[in-house]
């Protein structure tokens, strides 16, 4: 880890401090700790939390960018646990069954977090012709009853949501965040590389938008760009957080896809889960009748 | 229009033929008749279409990129045309019903030509929410009877296709250009400015890429984008149509959507229908047993 700050350049740490500084966050004291975590991006670290996983009653492991070592899902499966992937394209989901995985989650351009460019619309019925009767969830833009029964229509066996559950009641989201989620619109999220250094859709916001603008430096390949910035990104909440009026309110992102545009108002998940087979079962009952007609 | 050509930089021009001459297309002979046609996008040019498309006994006049002038729309209704306008946004299809548009067709960025960052899986909904009852056709990533069913689960009221009818026998595409398509995977579109100067998704060649680089001046604004590159654009199709094999034909492009992935055969227009309608069926009745089960 060492190794890797030392490739991180002095001037993107200057630039993330200038950038923070335009909103008033304050600089990181010397002696502060750092809540970075770099999840499984970096070697040993993946392979730590499958275990603590396991330690659990789980029935599913769920990875993304890219396929698990083998003897992961090896360790999955002697457990009983299946193992899921996400995938953005049909080759991908190709190489996540050459590598063992059970359940390849097809996810559109539209979702959330890390996202190729395939919409959904297109990507489910290609992955789900790729992989020879696998079980396939359909991931990106699905929110609603209406679209759970387009991803099935589309030939998935089940659909994966996270966006939606962001502006619960039940939801551990702060009231910025979920606020700046309730008056988002469709058009007001962007695949950045700012987070991690891979394309992943977020909020777009002054932060967002100093990656892309004339004087960035440039993102930094992952997982580079997330120890640059995941300080930076926790600094930018705490200021936030203490003054809701603050600058630094304005960059606060969080990733999440096309569907925010529809989430408007906070319900509890037991309502989400109600308005979605509610209107699933009336759209299947609308399109029999269309089919017949 | 002089006056438009004379707003295009000299170094712009250059780039044209710098990037044609790699690939050994032929300069513009001085005495050569421009094939430019600049449709709509100039002052004066929509209306005459518009008055020779009403003299033929049609049904419908679509237009995209913005609503269109009162007086065409009320021109049009006059003669019991009905008026429809492609939108890539929620906001932009409640402009449309202002201007007296009859029939929204709410295209997803998935779409091929000129299309907005919304995918139809979100658009859809977002669109007939906004427009109160008025019709609306969804397009972008549909071209089988699975893409049409999730389109009318999503809320439309009927399917806009475009992309499909690219590779069919009856099509006017050259081979050349058909031959790329039915190669092509969903992954090899890219929305780019170079061909208008507004976002349109088409394939990926090296001429979309050389106005992505390092070296590229950038895309002009429409019009002034299409004026200098539409000459280019019949230059380097005569080159690859002249020598099936020249470096020329790795330049054409065509304007496409994601389904591009999906078109992997020359079928007939009466085929690709007759498959629609059978798959929808059969996909409103499995939708059917799922919705009652």
Redesign the interface.
Known sequence: EEQLQAMIPQGHRDYVEAVLGRYGVPQLAADAESPMSLLGWVPGKARNSVDVALEHPIRLLVNALGPPPPDVTEKAHAHGVLVAALVG???QARKQREAGVDIIVAS???AGGHT????????V??VVAAVGGAPVLAA???G?G??A???????ADGIWTGSIWLTVKESDSSEALINKMLRA???DTVRSRSMTGKPARQLRTPWTEAWDGADSPGTLPMPLQFMLTADAQARMHRAALATPEAPAAELVTTPV???V??MNSVRSARDVIFDIVTE??E??????A???G
Chains 1, 2 share one sequence.
Do not use: N
């Open positions: 394209s049909a080759a559109g351009t539209e190729g460019d395939i919409a959904t619309m297109v990507l019925p290609e990106g833009g699905i609603s209406k679209q029964a387009a991803a099935l229509a589309l030939g619109t469709s058009s896809g096309q569907i545009g529809s699933f079962t759209t299947a009952a609308r399109l029999s269309l089919g017949s």
